[in-house]
């Protein structure tokens, strides 16, 4: 879920409640801009524990890992697949990994 930092102050413990009842995380937005993020803790009250999902998520972060992308997944199951975020890491001139994969294979010789 996207709260922007105004709401987040003058709502926070609804915040807070909600994401102790549904383990979502949250993500704040400064200017629609994502600056910083909530997650559950494990085993808070109200956050029913998943195996299955567990289990799942370590080989979906495991494979995002590989692949060289930056996963940022629930700790409890998603509602739906749009809870699934993929954030590909930015160097400092601005490019993000894949761009530069890319362009790395564009300039080898084979």
Known sequence: ??????D???NLSRYLKRLAETGEMITILDRNTPVARILPLRGKRGVKKDSS???ERAALLKKAANLGINLSVSE???AAFRDLRIVPR???DGRT???TVVRMRR???Y
Do not use: C, S, Y
């Open 1 to 6: 879920m996207d709260v922007k930092t105004g």
């Open 8 to 10: 987040l102050k003058n």
């Open 53 to 55: 999902w567990t289990k």
């Open 76 to 78: 409890t199951r998603p």
């Open 90 to 92: 930015t160097a400092p």
């Open 97 to 99: 990994d894949i761009e």
């Open 107 to 109: 300039e080898k010789d």
